[in-house]
C-alpha cells in the first residue's frame, strides 16, 4: 500500500470509527464530565464566595463587638464618674451638716450656759446682799455695844465670809 | 512497532523492511521465527456494482508458507499485488473496504479509548462533583487542560459546544501514537488516509461554523483594494484548504518520520550484522522511543489545537484590521 495515498478502506473505517467514537464519547461521557466539572468548579467558587462573606461577617461582628465593649467601657466610667461625684457631693453634705448641727450645739450650750450664768449671777446677787444684810445687821447689832468689839467682829465676820 | 522481526527483510532490504513496517497491510505480521511467519489474517472486503458486497480471508490471497501476495494467487476473481494493493483480474471497478492491520489497529484505539474515557465518566456519575479517583484523575486533567488552555484560549468565549470534539481528537490521536510505539503495533496516527479524514473532518466543522465576518474575510477582504482581491481571494480560497492539508501533513509526517529513525537503528544492526552497532543501535532506539513519546503527546496536542485555532478563526467576531 501506498505511503501517501490513502487508501478509500481505511478512509471509511476511519470516519465510522472516529464518529462513532466521536458521538458515544459526546453522550456517554464529555456531556456529564464537563458539566460535572462546571458544577464543581462554580460550587468551590460558591464555597469560596461564602466563606469571604463569613470573613467579613465576622469582622463586621467583631468590629461590632468592640463598639459595644467600647461603649460600655465609656458607660462604666460614667457612672463611676457619677458615684464618685455623689459620694464627695453626700460626704461635703454631711460635713456641711455636721458642722451646722455642732454650731448649732455649741450656740445651744451657750445659749444655756448664759442663762445658767445668769441665774447663777442672779443667785450669787441675792446672797451677797443677804450675806450683807445679815453682815450688816451684826454689825449693827455689835457697834452699838463697843467700838473695839465691832471691830474684832467685823474681822471675824470678813473671816468667816472668806471661809465661806 | 518492530522489534524482534524479519532477518530476512532486514537483512537484505531495509528500505522494504521499513516500509513494511509504517504501511498499512492486509495481514498483521507479528515475527517470523525460522522460516515460520506469525500472522494475524484479516478480512479482505470488496464492494463491487456487478457483484455486490464480498467477504474473503487475506490468507486466500498468499502463498501459505511465505506469506508472500501476488497476482498468481488470485482468489475468486481477486488478487492482492506485491504492494499489498486489492486488484481485479478482469480489471473492472470495485471499492475496497478491508479490515486491514491499521483499521483493527483503529479499533484498538478505539476500545481503549472508550474504556479510558467511560471508567472516568463513571467515577462522576457515582460521586458526582467530587475530587476525581482512578481513570478520573488521569482524565480529568487533560479534560480541564484542553477546555481551558486550547479551547477557551484559541476559541473564545464560544468554546463550550467545540470541546466534545476537540478531546475526542485529542484522546484519539494521543493513544494512537503510544499505540504506534508499541513492538508489532500498526502506525495508525501516521498512515495519511487516518490523518486526512481527521483533518476533513475538522476543515468540514470549521467551515460550517464559519460565521459572516470568515466568510467577508475569505470573498471580500477588508481593507485591500479592489484590484488586489483579484490575487487575495484566490489565495484565501487556497487558504481554506491549506489549513487541513497541514494538520494532515504534520501528523502523519512527524509520527512517519519517527517510525523510520527507530526502524532505522533496528535496520542498521542486520546491515552491519554487528554486536557493537547492536548495543549501540539499541541505545539510540531506547532514546528516540523516549523523544517519540514526548513527540506522540506533543502531536496530538498540536493537531487540537490548531483544530481549535482554526475554530477560533471561524467563530471570531472582529471588527477590524488583519
Known sequence: MDLILPSSGLVFWQLIGFLALLFILIKFAWKPMLAALEERETSIDNALKSAELARTEMANLKAENEKLLAEARLERDTILKKAHESSAKMIEDAKQESLKAGAQMIENAKAVIETEKKAALADVKTQVATLTLEVAEKLLRKNLSEDKAQKELVDEFVKDLKLN | ?????ETEEGGEDPTGFIMHHIKDSHEWHFATIGHTHVTLPLPVIV????????????????????????????????????????????GASFIDFSITKNVVMMFLVIAIVLWLVLSAAAHYRRHGTAAPKGAASLVEPIVVFV??????????PKYKKFVPYLLTLFFFIWVGNLLGLLPGAANLTGNIAVTATLAVLTFILVNINGNKDYWKHVFMTPGVPLPLLLVIVPVEIIGLFTKPFALMVRLFVAITAGHIVILAFIALIFIFQSYSIGVVSTLMVTFINMIELLVATIQAYVFTLFTAMYIGSAVAEHHDDH
Open chain 2, 1 to 5: 512497532m518492530a522489534a524482534g522481526s
Open chain 2, 147 to 156: 477546555r481551558d488552555e486550547i479551547a477557551h484560549k484559541s476559541i473564545g
Open chain 2, 47 to 90: 464492494y463491487s456494482s456487478d457483484r455486490g458486497l464480498e467477504f474473503f480471508k487475506s490468507s486466500d490471497f498468499q502463498n501459505h508458507e511465505t506469506h508472500v501476495f501476488g497476482e498468481e494467487y488470485a482468489h475468486e476473481g481477486y488478487y492482492i499485488d506485491s504492494h499489498d494493493h486489492v486488484g481485479r483480474v478482469d
